[in-house]
Each structure stands twice: as structure tokens, then as C-alpha cells.
């Protein structure tokens, strides 16, 4: 029992010297890497930047202690950080004492929000969020982030919170730009860019070992900022104008009690939820894919714990929401990471690099972190999954559409209710459409098929449907008017035969369908059958009067149902092979359209 809410005794038993090199050595790689993303991510906050190692300090070992994923490396990213500074600078100015609190009351919100959640064991609730509204709050976000941080690259000041703002900030300060800036930010954005592809590939020809070659191109970022930082110093550039992070306080975390204004609690409550849900969305993402590369099993409801501890952490230490990282978890894995103990050694190296590295940063140009920023934000958008919901599904394409233009135009927040509610109000109107087909029995076989796709055989005083859908309020009335307008189109029948088998549920409203369309069938002379219920369905059904009165019978199968109504045409289509028997018997051939 112990094991299940700390997992942490659940490895650490069999914690050995060869786990503890690895997780190491993974630790030591995620350090390098998650310095110079730390800051750049706390700046895209609007805090300072040693906020950023703030949040890369405890959270870490609070997820060590209680979260289910081995390889998981949670921190500070690019769009929860994006939501932190749209939701603090909604209450506060960026820079001010307010501000700061702010986003730690997000981290504490966000926080008890998890935890509650994980306890109650509501982690469905984030299927709110279907992948194509992340897909495309992701790619709007990371469109938004990257135009937002050309300004650092500039040299210039760019405000707004939606893409056209920001476009158009940009245009009228672009005559302003800072060329040593530009020259800086656009080299290590190249830079950046080509150490993704390039770099491994160079140094293999060096040789070095291909997987000592791919971690080693993981840190682009810190290539990144100690040339920038040495070339600004030793040229003076701070003279020419470019901006540097400046002195970073030396030291660990504050620890103590975040603010507990009640009334900052009910404001910042709704942008917590947010922040809560899609970082737990996609942390998830993350941990089961490097879960099942190596067979190993995450529990949502225990990772909302450790995700909500180590926003708890984060808060009670001066830091902001964090969440699984998709980089730097990669790297994570690739590295060798064998428990969460490597989260907690990378922990500690956060922690001595505050305590004596930070000084070495003051000449850190702002225009590196931007680039850092810059790149990585770009790398999530996948343009080829836009594509492929296009051709997949309209509805999620509609969904993902509307996202991206919300939250270019009117902002993160505003955008991913957009789509929540998008793909809920879809869901509904295509919930309300239940696929209903008619079926005949494909001939040699006991099997049954629609018949605008198959060849198949049906009895002219059969009408023989089958229900795709669980029948619930939304799409009663609609199946009403199916089974009446069939009814219409068939003078000669006498049977209707609703097949089940696709039925996993059947509300009141439904029920009260069923009861209506069989009293009209009954005033027109024709009985209404059932098949193939569900055991659940049928122990339902069972607690209502419904199956007392109903005019007809329940079979177990179809073809029972057919064989008892219409033996004549069930035994010639039972000997048939796959050849049509009486023309009059069967249904006159239908122009053939997707059903």
C-alpha cells in the first residue's frame, strides 16, 4: 500500500551501483541541458531568470518521491511558461512583487489542483482535451512564443498578447534594432538550429561513438551561451547596446509559505486549472511513450500526485509551475536513466550551479536565451499532423483550425477554451447523427452487412437495422426519425429488427424512444425485435417495464432473428454461395454512397 502513493520504495529496493552510474551520468547530461532552458523559460515567464533554477530545484526531487515515470524529467516549459506570464500579468505588472507572487499562487493553485484531482482520481477529466485542440494550441502557442521572443533577438522592445500585435510592435520598432543584437541572436539561433541536425553527424566524423555523439548534441544550448557570454565580455558588447541577464542572486531557493490572498486565489483559479490540465496532458504524453519503449507502466492518478507535489514544491520555494519536459525527458531516457533518482542528482547539480556558477552568467545575452527559446518552440510544431487530421477527420481538423486562429488572435487562454469547446460541441452534433445502416445477410454466411456496401441478401417484410452508436439523449429523436422514415420507404414490411450489438448504453430518453417508436410501429401493424443486446444493456432493459410490453422478441443473434421471421429466405441465403437467389426477393440495388 505504501509503495503505491511512494513509488520511491517501490525502486529504491533494488537501487544497485550499476542504477546509480547510470541515473548519473543521465543526471549530469539533463544538468547541462536544463541550465541555460531554466532561464530562458523563467525570462519567457517574465520573471527573473534565476526563478527558472528555482523551479528546476525541489520539483524535481518531489517528483522523484512520488511520481510513477522513470525517465521523466519535469521542469519549466516553453508553454506552461507562456500561460504563467498571460495569466500573472492579467493581475500584475511583469517585474513587480505582485507579479512574482502571482506565479508562485499559480504554482501552489496548480499544485492542489493536481493533487486533488490525482486523489479523486479524475485524470479522465483531461480528455477534455483531445489531441488535435493540443496539437494545435501547441503549434499556436509555439508561433506565438517564437514571434514574441524576435524582439530580444532585435535588440527591440515587442508587446502584445496575439500574433497581429506583436507583428505589428515589431514593424514599427524594427527600424530600432540593435545590430551587435541581431547579430548575436540570429547566430545562435543558427547555431541552435544546425546543432539539432549537424552536430552529431560532426562529430561522429571526429570520431566519437555515435550515442556518446547524440548526447553530447544535446547541449547546442550551452555551446550557445558560454561563446556568447565570453564574446560579450571580452568585446564589451554591453556598451554597444546588447542586453545581458545581469547579476544572478547566488544561493539556493527561499523556502517559505506562498501567499495566501484569498482574493488573488479566486482570480488566478480558472488560469491554475489550465495550466494544471495541459501540463498534466502533456507530461502524460511524454511519460507513456518512454514508458512503453522499455515495457514499463505509468499510472495516471499517481502521476497527477507527483506532478501536483512538485508544483507544491515549486511554490513553497519561490518558483512557478512546472511540468514533464518532452526535451529533456528525451534526453533523459537516451542517456540511461534507469529511476526517478536521476531527476533528484540532476537536482542537486541545479543546486551547486546556483550556488557557485550563477556569477558567470551576468554577460549571458538576453538575445541567447531568446534563440534557445526560439528553437525550441519551433521543434513542437508539427505541420506534417496538421496534414493528416485534414485528411483524417474534418471535425478534428475544425477543432484544431479554430484553435490555432483563437489564440493567435485573442490569446492562450481564450484559445484553448476555444477548443475544448470545439471539440465538445463536435462531438455532440456528431453524437446527435447516430450511424444507423441498414444490414442484409451476406449470402453462404451468417454474417450481416450494410447494404449499400456489400452484396447482400434481405427479406422484403424485414426491415433489419443496425445501431452504431449508444443510444442517449442527444440522439433519440434522431432514431426515431430514422426508423420512421424507413418504415415509410417499405410498404411490405412487417418486422423490424434493431440490431444491437454496437449499443453499450441507453439512457431514459432513450428508453422513451424505444417505448414511442414501438407503439407507432404497432398502430402500423409491424412488430419491433431486438438482437444482439449487451449483457449490461439487456440487465437495463430488464428493470424497465420495456421488454413486457415490447410487440416483438429479443434474440440473441441476426440471423436467430431472421431464421425465426423468415426461415424461406434464411435457408436459401444459408445454401447460397455468394450467389444472388430470387431477384423478387431481394431489394432493389441502391446507388452505393459512403454510410
Known amino acids: 500500500m505504501l509503495t503505491r502513493y511512494l513509488p520511491v520504495f517501490d525502486w529504491a529496493r533494488r537501487y544497485d551501483r550499476a542504477t546509480l552510474t547510470s541515473d548519473l551520468l543521465a543526471a549530469a547530461i539533463v544538468t547541462i541541458m536544463l541550465i541555460p532552458q531554466s532561464l530562458a523559460y523563467a525570462m519567457l515567464a517574465g520573471l527573473p531568470p534565476v526563478v527558472g533554477l528555482y ?28 500561460l504563467t506570464a498571460t495569466a500573472a500579468g492579467a493581475v500584475a505588472l511583469p517585474g513587480s512583487p505582485e507579479y512574482l507572487a502571482a506565479t508562485v499562487t499559480l504554482a501552489l493553485l496548480s499544485g492542489l489542483i493536481l493533487v486533488a484531482m490525482g486523489i479523486f482520481r479524475l485524470g479522465f477529466v483531461a480528455n477534455l482535451l483531445s489531441h488535435p ?34 507583428t505589428v510592435s515589431l514593424l514599427r520598432a524594427l527600424p530600432e534594432a540593435n545590430l551587435p543584437t541581431l547579430a548575436i541572436g540570429a547566430s545562435a539561433t543558427a547555431f541552435l538550429f544546425w ?22 548534441a544535446r547541449t547546442g544550448p550551452v555551446i550557445a551561451v558560454t561563446l556568447s557570454t565570453l564574446a560579450v565580455r571580452m568585446f564589451d558588447l554591453t556598451l554597444a547596446g546588447v542586453r545581458v541577464v545581469g547579476e544572478v542572486p547566488q544561493g539556493l531557493p527561499p523556502i517559505g509559505l506562498p501567499p495566501t490572498h484569498l482574493g488573488s486565489w479566486a ?26 519503449k522499455r515495457r514499463q507502466s505509468i499510472r495516471p492518478d499517481q502521476e497527477l500526485i507527483g506532478l501536483g507535489a512538485a508544483n507544491l514544491f515549486a511554490a513553497f520555494s519561490g518558483g512557478f509551475p512546472v511540468t514533464g519536459g518532452f526535451a529533456r525527458s528525451v534526453v533523459n531516457f537516451d542517456a540511461g536513466a534507469e529511476t ?66 483563437v489564440t493567435l488572435g485573442w490569446g492562450v487562454e481564450t484559445g484553448i477554451i476555444t477548443g475544448v469547446a470545439l471539440s465538445v460541441m463536435l ?42 452508436e449508444s443510444l442517449f439523449f442527444g440522439n433519440a429523436r434522431a432514431i426515431e426519425g430514422v426508423v420512421q422514415s424507413a418504415v415509410a420507404e417499405r410498404l411490405e414490411v412487417r418486422h423490424v429488427v434493431l440490431n444491437c450489438a454496437a449499443v453499450n448504453g441507453i439512457d431514459g430518453s432513450a428508453l422513451e424512444s424505444l417505448e414511442l417508436i414501438m407503439h407507432r410501429l404497432a398502430d402500423a401493424g409491424i412488430a419491433l425485435h431486438l438482437s444482439e443486446i449487451k449483457g449490461p444493456v439487456m440487465e437495463r432493459l430488464a428493470r424497465s417495464d420495456f421488454l413486457t410490453h415490447l410487440s416483438g422478441r429479443v434474440f440473441l443473434s441476426h440471423h436467430e432473428a431472421l431464421a425465426e421471421l423468415s426461415p424461406e429466405t434464411t435457408l436459401a441465403c444459408d445454401t447460397a454461395i455468394h450467389r444472388p437467389i430470387d431477384a423478387a426477393r431481394v431489394f432493389p440495388a441502391k446507388p452505393r454512397r459512403p454510410a
Not at 58 to 78: E, H, K, N, Q
Not at 269 to 292: D, K, N, R, Y
Not at 379 to 391: E, M, N, T, V, Y
Request: hydrophobic fraction near 60%.
Open 340 to 405: 526517478p533518482a536521476a531527476g533528484a542528482f540532476a537536482a542537486a547539480g541545479i543546486a551547486l550551479a546556483s550556488l557557485f556558477l550563477t556569477p558567470l552568467l551576468h554577460f549571458l545575452p538576453i538575445a541567447v536565451l531568446a534563440a534557445t527559446i526560439i528553437v525550441a518552440v519551433l521543434s513542437l510544431i508539427d505541420l506534417d499532423a496538421i496534414r493528416r487530421i485534414w485528411k483524417f477527420s474534418r471535425f478534428d481538423f475544425a477543432a484544431l483550425a479554430g484553435t490555432i486562429l
Open 427 to 468: 462531438h455532440l452534433w456528431q453524437s446527435s447523427r447516430p450511424h444507423i445502416a441498414e444490414i442484409g445477410q451476406i449470402p453462404g454466411t451468417e454474417h450481416f452487412r450494410n447494404v449499400l456496401r456489400h452484396d447482400v441478401v434481405c427479406a422484403p417484410e424485414i426491415l433489419s437495422l443496425r445501431i452504431d
Open 195 to 216: 546543432a539539432r541536425k549537424g552536430l552529431r553527424p560532426a562529430l561522429v566524423r571526429l570520431g566519437l561513438a555515435p550515442g556518446l555523439a547524440a548526447l553530447l
Open 55 to 82: 523551479a528546476s530545484i525541489l520539483p524535481l526531487i518531489a517528483y522523484a518521491i512520488f511520481g510513477t515515470s522513470r525517465t521523466l524529467a519535469v521542469g519549466p516549459v516553453a508553454v506552461i511558461s507562456l
Open 133 to 166: 485542440v493540443i496539437s494545435g494550441f501547441i503549434t499556436a502557442s509555439g508561433l506565438l512564443i517564437a514571434t514574441g521572443q524576435l524582439g530580444h533577438i532585435l535588440g527591440v522592445k515587442a508587446k502584445g498578447d496575439t500574433m497581429v500585435e506583436q
Open 267 to 292: 482570480t488566478l483559479a480558472p488560469a491554475a486549472f489550465l495550466i494544471a490540465l495541459i501540463g498534466f496532458v502533456e507530461s502524460m504524453s511524454v511519460a507513456q511513450t518512454l514508458a512503453a
